[in-house]
């Protein structure tokens, strides 16, 4: 079974910065692409950044700009830098496979317990 363990989240002033991590174990990690997800309060979760095996990223325009996805395959890591941060950037946020496109979703059947980002002056 799959694992994900996301860590890295806390509270930050408006335009601070957040780096987020999530350990995948349980599957071969090289092989996937991965995502970031983020729900807020009352709103669908949805996809936030995503980075293909060979590294290539793609971002809603939402975020374009401010957040950074990367991997390390040796690790089985997938991180998200966050800079310039926002108050509707508040959410928890959970790492899990994707698709090709930030409207591809394709998580795998279990998802981690996600790391709160909470954006607030």
């Known amino acids: 079974q799959v694992q994900l363990v996301e860590s890295g989240g806390g509270l930050v002033q408006p335009g601070g910065s957040l780096r987020l991590s999530c350990r995948v174990s349980?599957?071969?990690?090289?092989?996937?692409?991965m995502g970031w997800y983020r729900q807020a309060p009352g709103k669908r979760r949805e996809l936030v950044a995503i980075i293909s095996r060979g590294g290539g990223t793609n971002y809603p325009d939402s975020v374009k700009g401010r957040f950074t996805i990367s991997r390390d395959n040796a690790k089985a890591t997938v991180y998200l830098q966050m800079n310039s941060l926002e108050p509707e950037d508040t959410a928890v946020y959970y790492c899990?496979?994707?698709?090709?496109?930030?409207?591809?979703?394709?998580?795998?059947?279990?998802w981690g317990q996600g790391t709160q980002v909470t954006v607030s002056s």
């Open positions: 349980g599957t071969v990690f090289s092989l996937n692409v």
């Open positions: 899990n496979r994707a698709g090709a496109t930030v409207s591809s979703w394709f998580p795998f059947a279990s």
